[in-house]
Nanobody
Framework: QVQLVESGGGLVQAGGSLRLSCAAS????????MGWFRQAPGKEREFVAA????????FYADSVKGRFTISTDNAKLTVYLQMNSLKPEDTAVYYC?????????????????WGQGTQVTVSS
């Protein structure tokens, strides 16, 4: 079993920045991919970004490309999501997820483990 714990969410003004962290523990693995998803009230969960632990396989949703950066710290088994130039439409609960695939995935159903989520609120 893998446990994922997100942190770093909060309230920020439009144009501001936040960095989310996701710490993995338990039956962890260094050859598998991680992802970030988000879910706004009344909307379906959507893909944000994904990365292989090696960092050579990365995807971003078009809506965050150029503003968000996903990265890993293998020694700490932690995945980060640096979010810059935040917009009110980025407001959502952000979830970290782990897949048993070594390749980054954009589909939520391909992820096996999920964190509890962290709230990000961007005010206008």
């Amino acid at each position: 079993q893998v446990q994922l714990v997100e942190s770093g969410g909060g309230l920020v003004q439009a144009g501001g920045s936040l960095r989310l962290s996701c710490a993995a523990s338990g039956r962890t693995f260094s050859s598998n991919a991680m992802g970030w998803f988000r879910q706004a009230p009344g909307k379906e969960r959507e893909f944000v970004a994904a990365i292989s632990w090696s960092g050579d396989n990365i995807f971003y949703a078009d809506s965050v490309k150029g503003r968000f950066t996903i990265s890993t710290d293998n020694a700490k088994l932690t995945v980060y999501l640096q979010m810059n130039s935040l917009k009110p439409e980025d407001t959502a609960v952000y979830y970290c997820a782990a897949t048993t695939s070594r390749y980054a995935r954009v589909r939520a159903d391909l992820y096996d483990y999920w964190g509890q989520g962290t709230q990000v609120t961007v005010s206008s």
